[in-house]
Nanobody
Framework: QVQLVESGGGLVQAGGSLRLSCAAS????????MGWYRQAPGKQRELVAT???????NYADSVKGRFTISRDNAKNTVYLQMNSLKPEDTAVYYC?????????????????WGQGTQVTVSS
């Protein structure tokens, strides 16, 4: 029904930058909040940043001032600009989206996740 496709991950040196993108497609009526989460080896998945349909943002303390989340509602896409990267930012990054979709007998609303993209920051 809805696919979230992430791109932009890779290997970067400490202090460098990366920009992640996540595009949603499918029978989408509207997308409410979108967000980025990450999971490092041996750790639980954690919130990185979220953004509402109106543009309000929320960040984990560990990334405030370094990461910026944004979205293009016309393209159903959310971005994560990551600057001043640190080795501890190394993780698989996942996007999610709270999506309302068209169904045969009405509408449905649920949370969808992308497949993840690896970000590796070398020291």
């Amino acid at each position: 029904q809805v696919q979230l496709v992430e791109s932009g991950g890779g290997l970067v040196q400490a202090g460098g930058s990366l920009r992640l993108s996540c595009a949603a497609s499918g029978s989408i009526i509207s997308i409410n909040a979108m967000g980025w989460y990450r999971q490092a080896p041996g750790k639980q998945r954690e919130l990185v940043a979220t953004i509402t349909s109106g543009g309000s943002t929320n960040y984990a303390d560990s990334v405030k001032g370094r990461f910026t989340i944004s979205r293009d509602n016309a393209k159903n896409t959310v971005y994560l600009q990551m600057n001043s990267l640190k080795p501890e930012d190394t993780a698989v990054y996942y996007c999610n989206a709270d999506v309302t979709t068209a169904q045969f007998m009405g509408v449905a609303r649920r949370l969808y996740w992308g497949q993840g993209t690896q970000v590796t920051v070398s020291s």
